[in-house]
């Protein structure tokens, strides 16, 4: 029955691949401090933005990429990737009708066709999307609305510009470019990304988004996001991912550093459906990715919920440091993994406050020849007074030729803390399946429905729109994954 | 409406089925009795279509259809409905969702639209009370948690739902209280019709008070070695199996 499977996978192909034509704007290929000036001056950048990349970079040579167990791939060659690649018609677009329409074709194959999102401004539930592409950010919607609230939301390259004084202070606070290997890289030749800046007492009236593609050959993304909620406000902001089908690697390494002040929270929510490479495993985006956010103050929150179907290997820990006393951490999170697919994620808790308290409900799904690895850490700090954590790891297995593992590291400095591990694998019933299917229901539709019984404590934390979404990217990632 | 003709089927090539004749006419209830092991949930999974069994011989006509062609879901979608002996849980997954799902993939193979909301909530309600099921227990992940007798009084309702030609219950008696046996009984009286018929797979003649068959056969070593009126049951109970096992023995 596998073999069926496997032959049926064969004939499936990524919604997503299509490329743009779009005449683009590249730097030459490779790395070394003259690009990294080419990119700067690109993007008319100060002076100090200049020294903290080159500061990052000068870092960077000196670091040796880093090597996992659970993880095998051919490393990239950092001398082979183009770092900067700008859709022609640039940034400073104001109405849509500037846009290119290749671009909007784009758009509109994603499934966020811009009209749309603008027609529906009168509605209640709406988006607010920052589109990156390549490296540039290119257009950001519902600006004005939001600026009547005081809500910053552009890209990064823009606040550089426009408020200098909070990048300067936020920006490497929570991710220094000394953390890891890919964050230094990133650091120093990031090119765009969002940034996100919601004022004291301020509830952000809708999502926010940022829409990442990659599109041309060669190119490497690497994004930056900043996203800062002062005091006593909120923030839920989404995350998608898609690129083309290529059948060499593309690099992504973006860092996302997130800062809650008193009384705020943040829900960030990610759904990554990145190329993952053909059923060979040949070409897919290599997804590293350092994602990391502090509850400053007290009674903050930060919640990570990712779905992550995609990318050929995924390395990526979205972590919260609980810094301020009665802070929460939540992450929740369902990886994917198919055909060759490599995913290492998981989650890093540092309680550092008092009463902090962290949750985490992981779900893997393995098919195929696929490996798929939960890591996490709970740490808790030496005066962390009643610290608690309940982490909850599960795999589904579907089929016998791929991996689950998972890698909980608990460290605990504190008497007063209370930690909870609750850990399952499990198989892809073929009882349950036959009970669908003795009610009509067929086996797509059936590994559907299991599926996102299994991923529903996470499904349920996305926004009802990515909800949706997520659930048929689930269906669609699985298709024939099972007899 | 459905005719078994010489059924023989196997699972890891041990033979367990060895050769089933069986009519089945729409209006009637048929019961199946027989001791531990003769084959009783074989032959429903076998209806049912599970990959399992190798069916080695013989043919299953149903409504003039080759039942053994179809896929396990098309079965259902023709109007085959197994009550399971162990029903399955499926966490996350709330029963509403579940029959939702099942009956528009059901309509969607007749060529019919997705059934509107309010008429699915309307027959929700119905079936419900039909089968005295707790509301609570409707918007619960399927079976997941529930009680054996809760378990088997949901399979019941699923059926109602989703109005089968042929309904197979096998052994959805056992595990239900004094109470809970008539209204699952009830339930399936209720939902008799001239066009639909149900198979009885039970051990116990209480059932068949309450569901009076009009067939009563007795499956033995996978074979069906008897075949008498609703009396044949209260013999059966009254003298054990220890008859037929020698009748057969002959
Ligand atoms: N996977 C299997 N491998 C080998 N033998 C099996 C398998 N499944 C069922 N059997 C055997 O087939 C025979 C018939 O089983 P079946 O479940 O159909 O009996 P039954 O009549 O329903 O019994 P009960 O009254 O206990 O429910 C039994 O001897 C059982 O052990
Ligand atoms: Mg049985």
């Known amino acids: 029955m596998a073999n069926e499977i496997l032959s049926e996978k064969i004939n499936e192909e990524y919604k997503y691949g299509f490329v743009t034509n779009i005449e683009a704007d590249n730097a030459p290929k490779g790395l070394n401090e003259d690009i990294i000036r080419f990119i700067s001056k690109k993007k008319n950048e100060p002076e100090w933005m200049l020294e903290y990349r080159l500061k990052a970079f000068r870092y960077w040579i000196t670091l040796e990429e880093p090597h996992w167990a659970h993880v095998s791939y051919q490393k990239p060659d950092f001398h082979d990737i183009i770092y900067y690649s700008a859709p022609k018609p640039k940034v400073s677009l104001n109405s849509l009708d500037e846009v290119d329409p290749e671009l909007l074709k784009t758009f509109e194959k994603l499934g966020i066709s811009i009209e749309e999102q603008k027609r529906l401004s009168g509605v209640e539930s709406r988006i607010a999307v920052d589109i990156v592409m390549d490296s540039v950010s290119v257009k950001t919607t519902f600006k004005e609305t939001l600026s009547e609230k005081g809500i910053i939301f552009c890209s990064f390259g823009e606040a550089v510009q426009e408020h200098p004084e909070l990048v300067k202070k936020y920006m490497n606070s929570v991710v220094p470019y000394t953390d890891n290997f890919y964050a230094a890289l990133n650091s120093a030749v990031f090119t765009d990304g969002s940034f996100c800046y919601i004022p004291k007492g301020v509830r952000c009236p809708m999502e926010l988004s940022t829409y990442f593609r990659i599109n041309s050959a060669g190119t490497g993304q690497f994004e930056r996001t900043l996203l800062i909620a002062d005091e006593d406000s909120y923030v839920s902001y989404l995350e998608g991912c898609t690129a083309p089908m290529r059948d060499e690697n593309q690099l992504h390494a973006a860092v996302v550093e997130l800062v809650a002040h008193k009384n705020a929270e943040i829900k960030y929510s990610t759904v990554q459906n990145w190329y993952p490479g053909n059923k060979e495993g040949i070409g897919g985006i290599f997804n590293f990715v350092t994602k990391r956010g502090i509850c400053l103050e007290d009674n903050s929150k930060i919640s990570w919920t990712q779905v992550e179907t995609g990318s050929a290997v995924t390395w990526k820990y979205p972590s919260v440091i609980l810094k301020g006393d009665n802070s929460v951490g939540e992450f929740y999170s369902v990886a994917v993994t198919n055909n060759y697919q490599q995913a290492d994620t998981g989650t890093k808790m540092m309680h550092l406050g008092k009463n902090t308290r962290s949750t985490i409900i992981s779900k893997g799904i393995s098919a195929g020849f696929s490996n798929n690895s939960y890591r996490g850490l709970v740490r808790i700090a030496k005066g962390a007074k009643n610290a608690r954590n309940f982490s909850q790891c599960d795999s589904l297995l579907m089929g016998d030729k791929c991996g689950a593992h998972t890698f909980p590291y608990i460290e605990i400095k504190d008497k007063t803390a209370v930690v909870e591990h609750e850990a399952t694998t499990s198989k892809i019933g073929e009882d349950q399946l036959f009970y669908c299917k003795s009610r009509g229901i067929d086996n797509e539709k059936a590994i559907g429905l299991i599926v996102n019984g299994y991923c529903k404590e996470v499904l349920n934390k996305l926004p009802m729109e990515f909800a949706v979404e997520a659930q048929k990217l689930l269906a669609v990632s699985l298709e024939g994954s099972v007899g | ?250």
């Open chain 2, 1 to 250: 409406m459905l005719s078994i003709k010489n059924l023989h089927a196997s699972i890891g090539g041990k033979e367990i089925l060895k050769g089933i004749n069986l009519e089945i006419k729409a209006g009637e209830v048929h019961a199946i009795m027989g001791p531990n092991g003769s084959g009783k949930s074989t032959l429903s999974a076998v209806l049912a279509g599970k990959e399992d069994y190798d069916v080695t011989e013989g043919e299953v006509i149903f409504n003039g259809k080759n039942l053994l062609e179809l896929s396990p879901e098309d079965r259902a979608r023709e109007g085959i409905f197994l009550a399971f002996q162990y029903p399955v849980e499926i966490p996350g997954v709330s029963n509403v969702n579940f029959l939702k799902t099942a009956i528009n993939e059901i309509r969607a193979y007749k060529g019919l639209e997705p059934m509107a909301a309010k008429d699915f909530l309307a027959r929700l309600k119905e079936k419900q009370k039909l089968v005295e099921l707790d509301g609570k227990l409707a918007n619960r992940s399927v079976n997941e948690g529930f009680s054996g007798g809760e378990k088997k009084r949901n399979e019941i309702f699923q059926m109602a739902m989703l109005e089968p030609k042929l309904a197979i219950l096998d052994e959805t008696d056992s595990g239900l209280d004094i109470d809970a046996l008539r209204i699952v009984a009830d339930g399936v009286n209720k939902l008799k019709s001239n066009d639909n018929a149900t198979v009885v797979i039970t051990h116990y003649q209480r059932l068949l008070d309450y569901i009076i068959p009009d067939v009563v056969h007795v499956l033995y070593n996978g074979k069906i070695v008897k075949t008498g009126p609703k009396e044949l049951a209260l013999e059966l109970e009254e003298k054990g199996y220890d008859f037929i096992k020698a009748e057969a023995a002959v």
